[in-house]
């Protein structure tokens, strides 16, 4: 890992990377980003969008330019990564060189209720239902989280505040 390396949140959708990073990022006086803001920002679309336009690879391909970009910054960042962004090998492989990997865990019912309200921005989850899907992709990718994540965070039954503090005292352990 890098000497100051970046703070990566991953976890499925619903887990609170946006909220819980941008939060870390304002603690920690450092910036934000989400790797779903570049892409949306480098083609002028929103990830729906973009999933219409160039299917799920073509996304994947540019999460990939996205995940090589921010972890590239010389300046230590904050980095909310897509849900899926794990997946892929490189991506894993590269937010681990540069960055403490924290895995933002919680049980697909609790993210279902998350994302209840969000599910038209989310295109995985828009066609067999959240609840079913995230139950899935919780099965499916829990492995792929494991193998990216330094450390992991149960985020069930805590607050925001809470999983703010937790994950700020794992980069300092890991600073120290
Ligand atoms: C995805 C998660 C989304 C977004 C895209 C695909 C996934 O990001 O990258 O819809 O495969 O889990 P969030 O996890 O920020 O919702």
Redesign the pocket.
């Known amino acids: 890992m890098a000497s100051t390396p970046h703070l990566a949140l991953v976890?499925?959708?619903?887990?609170g990377?946006?909220t819980v990073g941008a939060r870390c990022a304002e603690g920690l006086g450092r910036p934000f980003v989400?790797?779903?803001d570049v892409?949306e920002a480098t083609l002028g679309l929103s990830?729906?969008g973009i999933?219409a336009a160039l299917g799920?690879p073509g996304?994947r391909e540019h999460?990939r330019r996205a995940v090589a970009d921010v972890c590239a910054s010389p300046v230590p960042l904050v980095i909310?990564?897509?849900?899926?962004?794990v997946?892929d090998p490189e991506n894993r492989a590269r937010l681990r060189d540069t960055s403490l990997v924290v895995w933002l865990r919680a049980d697909p019912s609790a993210l279902a209720e998350r994302?209840a309200d969000?599910v038209a921005?989310?295109?995985?989850?828009r066609e067999r239902g959240a609840s079913a899907t995230l139950a899935r992709?919780d099965v499916l990718?829990a492995p792929a989280y494991e193998a990216a994540a330094h450390v992991t965070v149960d985020t069930d039954g805590r607050s925001v505040d809470q999983v703010v503090e937790a994950v700020i005292e794992e980069l300092a352990r890991c600073d120290a």
Do not use: H, S, W
């Open positions: 976890g499925l959708m619903g887990a990377k946006t989400d790797t779903d892409i990830v729906p999933f799920e996304f999460e909310a990564c897509g849900g899926g962004a997946l994302v969000e921005n989310r295109p995985l989850l992709l990718r």
